[in-house]
């Protein structure tokens, strides 16, 4: 290989180099160590304005989850005449479609992980759907590529010929999968994707339990509206709100309707801007932010960018009061875990994460399911579940709900029967592990979410969508994301503003 | 008889057997995943035949995808915002996209600016164009990308079945091959882009006009490329800034077309192969394994370009 | 307060500048002076990324002090790259060894993906900063341009002033001569992939204090070091220095006071310009090294 004299050339070289590198790192090393101590706030004590913003029209009322034993129901005109008395043959296979590799992995597999958590526990603890129909499912991998994901949606239909499709995390995946199960009319349900106009397309064969990104802007205004700006003693009008977001769909869309939202509440904006989620440097998009000295931040972005705005907001001596972050990075465990202390007291908006008042969870099957949840998900992937984790719970409706109706009243799980029990679920408040209720909105009655109808603009009329899920708002406390807010989910009182202490807060 | 058998080239015939057998094919088995493939590798094979005329030259295009994306985004604003049949949609998608082309094509090939410099200007086109697409999002939907609802009328091309694409590429591979490969023109073509791609000095000093031939096969390039944008938002119905702008696309039909050692009856032979094993090796690996499709994508990139090194020796 | 603004973002820049350096040294070995197209340095920088990573989660060491055995273990890992797929393509059109190295980046992702999953790996976050007054000089992206500097420094001073770096650039310039002359072009070659591996191992390291390991981070890395390299001129070490700082003061600047999301296409568009204009780079064929 390598002559003699070669080898001894490289080595010496490189040796000199190594030990060059070696004393610069260790003089490099000496400086480079940084420790925050916050010292946790004295007992705060908080008002909370009397008047919750979003109320909720319904009484919290025992469940009408269908329980392992069958009732037969009256007929009320299904899809074939007679009410069953004996059990049909049928398999129930789902497909699971994730983006498991790529750029969109990190966070969907958690997803993916949560969803695949849930179908186990009702296999494992309720014997399937009704008891007795073992769930089967497939797993796909949207790769983080729209065409191909639409090639496993094809895949799963024609080939697994799966009956209905869960997924998806992410929008663009979202919508080329649905376009191809709309299609073959295969029901397509989506536990984590947030874009409005996928369930404004008029599809009938696609189901959305969970929040919208229209609605993440809405309540974050509503809460910078309503809480914030009493606890930091100014008029919403005063407050000056700053908005960045990394310039995908997931960051564009809930950037878009917080700069509506907070405008039509009066709050001032005082920037928007947009960065690329994999940039390597954001020091000037917070120098602006420096000069705009916001008391408010609403930001939307992914792990790395996330990671990097604080470390580089700390570096830079970037202060503001409150930091709002809308899901994705900021609701992931991973991101604590790596900024620490600087990510304590910092918001999320997202569905609620498994750290809320369990006494909102009126059904103690549904908090049963919870604990279990969280053992399990826990000894899988070796920590607690976040939000996107939980977001895999959106799928017990199908299970406990949705498929033992179209069993039952109409005989079959074919996509007609599917859709025709799925319009008929109305799960109130404190029905599932979310605390939000089921109702999917049907073609006949298209309808905005509860929270669109009263604080959009242009109400818009989904088809598909669970009207009744909404994005709460949590805090980062003592590792966890928990839910402290509205009141009767929270598991706390939101602290505000950013301790003194704590690297981004203002008087340090 | 043996020779007539001399006279017929096999190389050109084989691809029309191919596509003739293709099309017999859902005749006698038919099967969703298997056409939904077979038209995906049909479409990367119309774009990788014509980006190997430019190829031939020895300016490789690695930016090609820039075409496809505004030939899927401009269809998509035809249908959507100026209300325009889908038929209506094709000139503009190759007006556009050609008007693009002969500006990159004038300002890299004036300037002398070949071999590798040209493959990353065109990368950087087409990242440029991906940016410009993500940031004027309230044209362009942003990098949500837009997406088309289909409307079944005659002018359109939304189907509900696969049959109609299918058919489609068929026939124009077919057109595509029968001109390229039997034509008096096409022929000469193609040999003078031959002789640009070995000697481009001898070339030019023979008179050979370097700049208007590789213009020509930059523009067969883009148009064609578009040309498939178009199809794929009438199949798929919804584009991206990474699925019509990305590097995935344009590495790949250059690298179809060089598994195909740059001949083209051979790139419908490899996309065939390469674009199903593609996918099913990613559907077959499971998600214990995910990302073993990648892998060994790449390992077979490495051991390709390896193996044809050793074999010129 | 305008000026104070104004000074900041100098100052970022030229931080950010070092960084760019940084991930541009081990590819312009390879790539300028060797003349070897290398699509797979950002992945091997992940690589040396998450080499650093598990190094940092056996031996509880800060991943600034792993970086001379990340360094080292790049080194090696360059060699039997060498011998296992660049020997092979060395005489191989430019085309194709594009495809040979992005065949290597990709199945560096895929390797990453299947051993270690999609997770984020992060390593410890060093979040400290200098404050001179209103400005703030962060402390992690200050030892970064430290060592681009020092790297280039040692670097120009090897190719220019040692007869090993004028051996090397014969090589480079004319193989066929020098091997006449007696140069064993193989062992050229072997040195110049391990010291370009050390520059590789010793980014992997220094990226992993500021940013997460994960399958695709290396895309942006590998885009980004060819931006700077065209720019700056292949196989000038000087060039990719002045490139480096002048890409990251215009990034800055521009993302400060106009937008941040444009300003990465700008360094595009500085690299049509360049290639339409100054081919060679700012310090290209000109002024070899």
């Not at chain 1, 160590?33 to 007992?43: D, F, K, Q, R, S």
């Not at chain 2, 087409?126 to 002018?155: D, K, Q």
């Not at chain 2, 208007?212 to 199809?231: D, E, V």
């Not at chain 3, 220019?160 to 650039?169: A, P, Q, S």
Request: net charge positive.
């Amino acid at each position: 290989m390598i002559n003699n004299r070669g080898l001894a050339k490289i080595g010496i070289l490189n040796i000199i180099l190594i030990i060059l590198v070696i004393v610069f790192a260790a003089l490099a090393g000496i400086f480079a160590y940084n420790y925050y101590t916050i010292t946790p706030p004295a007992a705060i004590t908080v008002t909370i304005p009397k008047t919750i913003p979003y109320t909720i029209p319904y009484t919290v009322t025992q469940t009408q989850y269908i329980t392992p034993t069958i009732t037969p129901t009256t007929p009320v005109t299904p899809l074939t005449t007679p009410p069953l008395i004996t059990y049909p043959e049928i398999k129930i296979k789902i497909g699971l479609l994730f983006p498991l590799t790529g750029a969109l992995a990190p966070l969907g597999t958690d997803q993916f992980y949560g969803t695949k958590i849930a179908i186990d526990i009702v296999n494992d603890l309720f014997g399937g759907v009704l008891g007795r129909y073992k769930i089967e499912y497939v797993v796909a991998d949207a790769a983080s590529d729209p065409t191909k994901a639409a090639s496993e949606a094809e895949r799963l239909i024609t080939v697994e010929k799966v009956n209905i499709i869960v997924g998806t995390y992410a929008s663009p995946l979202l919508l080329a999968a649905s376009e191809v199960a709309e299609r073959y009319k295969v029901v397509y349900y989506e536990v984590g994707a947030i874009t409005d106009s996928a369930t404004l397309r008029g599809f009938k064969y696609l189901l959305r339990n969970m929040p919208i990104g229209g609605d993440f802007g809405i309540v974050s205004c509503l809460f910078v509206h309503d809480v914030v700006a009493p606890m930091l003693g100014k008029k919403p009008e005063e407050l000056r709100v700053a908005i960045i977001h990394e310039d995908g769909p997931y960051g564009t869309s809930v950037a878009k309707s917080n700069e509506e939202t907070c405008k039509k509440l009066g709050l001032n904006i005082v920037l928007k801007e947009a960065y690329s989620a994999t940039t390597t440097d954001l020091s000037g998009l917070i120098i602006k932010l420096k000069a705009a000295s916001p008391d408010v931040l609403l930001h939307t972005g992914y792990f790395s960018d996330v990671v990097l705005f604080f470390r580089q907001a700390q570096e830079l001596g970037f202060k503001v009061k409150v930091i709002i972050g809308h899901g994705a990075g900021y609701g992931l465990p991973a991101t604590y875990q790596a900024l620490g202390k600087a990510f304590d007291y910092v918001f999320n908006i997202d569905p609620p994460s498994p750290w809320l008042n369990v006494n909102a969870i009126k059904d103690p099957v549904m908090r049963q399911i919870r604990e279990e949840f969280i053992k399990r998900f826990n000894a899988t992937r070796g920590y607690l579940p976040g939000t996107h984790a939980y977001m895999g719970l959106h799928i017990l409706p199908l299970l406990l709900d949705i498929l033992p109706r179209a069993i039952t009243k109409y005989g079959s799980i074919s996509s007609d029967a599917i859709m025709a029990a799925a319009w008929e679920t109305d799960i109130p408040e404190g029905g599932t592990e979310h605390g939000y209720g089921v109702k999917f909105a049907s073609p006949t009655n298209p309808q905005d979410t509860i929270l669109g109808q009263k604080y959009r603009e242009k109400p818009q009329l989904h088809i598909g969508q669970n009207i009744r899920a909404y994005p709460v708002v949590l805090q980062w406390i003592g590792g966890r994301v928990i839910v402290v807010y509205p009141d009767y989910l929270a598991l706390q009182k939101p602290i505000i503003p950013l301790p003194p202490g704590h690297p981004l807060a203002p008087s340090s | 008889m043996t020779q007539l058998l001399k006279r017929i080239n096999l190389d050109h015939i084989t691809p029309l057997i191919l596509l003739g057998g293709l099309s017999i094919l859902p005749w006698i088995y038919y099967h969703d995943y298997v056409v939904h493939l077979i038209i995906l590798s049909l479409m990367y094979a119309v774009i990788s035949i014509t980006w190997t005329l430019l190829g031939l030259t020895g300016a490789a295009s690695l930016g090609h995808s820039a075409y496809f994306g505004l030939g899927a985004y401009f269809t998509i604003f035809s249908l959507k915002y100026w209300g325009l049949v889908s038929y209506l949609a094709i000139p503009i998608a190759i007006l556009v996209s050609s008007a693009v082309a002969i500006m990159i094509g004038y300002i890299t090939f004036r300037f002398g600016i070949a071999g590798i410099y040209f493959a990353l200007t065109t990368i950087a086109f087409a990242e440029i164009l991906r940016e410009l697409f993500i940031y004027y999002r309230e044209f362009t939907g942003g990098s949500l990308g837009v997406f088309v609802s289909p409307i079944s009328s005659i002018g359109y091309f939304f189907y509900d079945s696969k049959i109609p694409y299918y058919y489609t590429l068929i026939i124009l591979l077919l057109i595509l091959y029968i001109y390229l490969m039997f034509s008096r023109q096409a022929s000469k073509f193609l040999k003078i882009l031959s002789a640009i791609g070995e000697d481009i000095s001898t070339a030019a000093s023979i008179g050979i006009n370097i700049l208007k031939y590789r213009l020509y096969a930059f523009l067969w390039g883009a148009i064609f490329t578009s040309l498939m944008g178009w199809f794929y938002v009438h199949y798929l119905r919804y584009v991206t800034p990474d699925v019509g702008f990305g590097l995935g696309l344009s590495v790949y039909v250059a690298l179809l077309s060089i598994v195909a050692n740059l001949r083209l009856p051979y790139i419908l032979i490899a996309s065939l192969i390469l674009t199903p094993v593609g996918e099913v090796l990613r559907a077959v690996v499971g998600y214990q394994f995910a990302g073993l499709d990648v892998l060994v994508y790449g390992l077979l990139l490495m051991i390709l370009v390896v193996v044809r090194a050793l074999r010129k020796r | 307060m305008e000026i104070y603004l104004f000074l900041q973002a100098l100052l970022n820049g030229l931080l950010l500048g070092g960084l760019f350096i940084v991930l541009t040294i081990g590819l312009n070995l390879i790539t300028g002076v060797l003349k070897i197209i290398n699509f797979g340095h950002g992945d091997l920088i992940m690589l040396a990324m998450y080499i650093t990573y598990w190094l940092y989660v056996y031996t509880a060491y800060s991943p600034l002090v792993m970086m001379p055995t990340t360094a080292i273990i790049m080194g090696f890992v360059g060699l039997i790259i060498y011998m296992l797929l660049i020997k092979p393509i060395l005489r191989a059109s430019d085309i194709e060894q594009l495809l040979g190295t992005l065949g290597l980046g990709v199945f560096l992702q895929g390797l990453a993906q299947v051993l270690w999953k999609s997770d984020y790996r992060l390593a410890k976050i060093y979040a400290g900063s200098i404050v001179i007054g209103n400005i703030y000089i962060s402390i992690i992206q200050l030892i970064v341009f430290v060592i681009s500097l020092v790297a280039s420094i040692l670097l120009y001073i090897y190719l220019m002033r040692t007869v090993k770096g004028v051996i090397i650039r014969a090589t480079a310039q004319d193989p066929d001569m020098s091997s006449l002359l007696g140069v064993n072009i193989r062992n050229v070659h072997l040195i110049v992939f391990f010291l370009s591996f050390l520059f590789i191992g010793l980014t992997g390291a220094l990226l992993l204090s500021m940013f997460p390991a994960y399958p695709t981070t290396g895309i942006e890395y590998g885009i980004l070091a060819w931006l700077i390299m065209v720019i700056g001129g292949l196989g000038s070490v000087l060039g990719s220095f002045i490139g480096g700082i002048l890409i990251g003061v215009v990034y800055s600047i521009f993302a400060t006071y106009y937008s941040v999301e444009l300003a990465r296409a700008l360094i595009f568009v500085a690299f049509i310009l360049t290639i339409a204009l100054r081919p060679t780079g700012l310090l290209g064929a000109s002024a070899r090294v």
